[in-house]
Nanobody, 121 residues
Framework: QVQLVESGGGLVQAGGSLRLSCAAS????????MGWYRQAPGKQRELVAR???????NYADSVKGRFTISRDNAKNTVYLQMNSLKPEDTAVYYC???????????????WGQGTQVTVSS
């Protein structure tokens, strides 16, 4: 059993900052890519940022220069530092990870339960 637990969401004014964390726990052998997605009301879930086990990153154009993704492999944790937040960043943010479970034979995709980020204007 593998779980992803997010924390750090909340309400912030435009221009403010938040830091999201997502810790993976359970019977984990290794983790490949980890990432953050978001889903606003009435919209499809979209990729925000992604980081490989080697540290390579990619970002949605809408967050480049404002958001930074990082990870601590020893803690199986991924972070999303969000600066200069805008009202259009308001969404539920989901953690995503490709995990090879102990005794598993292939990587499986896991999702966190989501954390709400609300940016007021």
């Amino acid at each position: 059993q593998v779980q992803l637990v997010e924390s750090g969401g909340g309400l912030v004014q435009a221009g403010g900052s938040l830091r999201l964390s997502c810790a993976a726990s359970g019977r984990i052998f290794s983790i490949n890519a980890m990432g953050w997605y978001r889903q606003a009301p009435g919209k499809q879930r979209e990729l925000v940022a992604r980081i490989t086990s080697g540290g390579s990153t990619n970002y949605a154009d809408s967050v480049k220069g404002r958001f930074t993704i990082s990870r601590d492999n020893a803690k199986n944790t991924v972070y999303l530092q969000m600066n200069s937040l805008k009202p259009e960043d308001t969404a539920v943010y989901y953690c995503n990870a490709y995990v090879l479970p102990i005794s598993g034979t292939y990587y499986r995709e896991y999702w966190g339960q989501g954390t709400q980020v609300t940016v007021s204007s």
